[in-house]
């Protein structure tokens, strides 16, 4: 089952950053994560204007949410294009990922997007993630690159 992300969902954008941030191996604690800016303003202050997301449940028990937040140019976040396209995160825990949970997540951000007339959507995906695979899937375009990363945008108007 798939909800909106609400403000009561902050906890678990912050696991879900800290798990991205980590998807290759433990380089970065919990409280690395809160401590650093660039990082905690993907989950600190989400929902601002603009923000939305959805979370993805089995049995009550979140089990992967996406979400997009809308960043300034002055406080852009690692996947950042334009201002006016909303960077995208998308985590599936562990144990529920293979199993279309980032698909169904994915498809609920671009349709709300859709519906919003946004431009489109931005991300960062480092070299060895696999989910660069669900993001070409879903018509993600790189257009940039930072040390080991790419920016992949999904244009929408």
Known sequence: ML??????DRTLLREATWVN??????????????RNPQFAHYFDTFPADGDFGYVAEDGGRPVGVAWARCFAVADPGYGFWRADV???S???????????????LMGAVVAHARREGLPGLSLSVEDGNRARNLYLRHGFVPVGRDGNADTMVLTLG
Not at 3 to 8: C, E, I
Not at 90 to 104: E, H, K, W
């Open 86 to 88: 909303p960077e995208l």
């Open 21 to 34: 941030v980590n998807h290759v191996a433990d380089r970065l604690s919990h409280e690395d994560v809160d």
């Open 3 to 8: 909800r909106p992300a609400t403000a009561a």
């Open 90 to 104: 998308i985590c599936v825990f562990g144990d529920r990922r293979g199993a279309g949970i980032g698909s169904a």
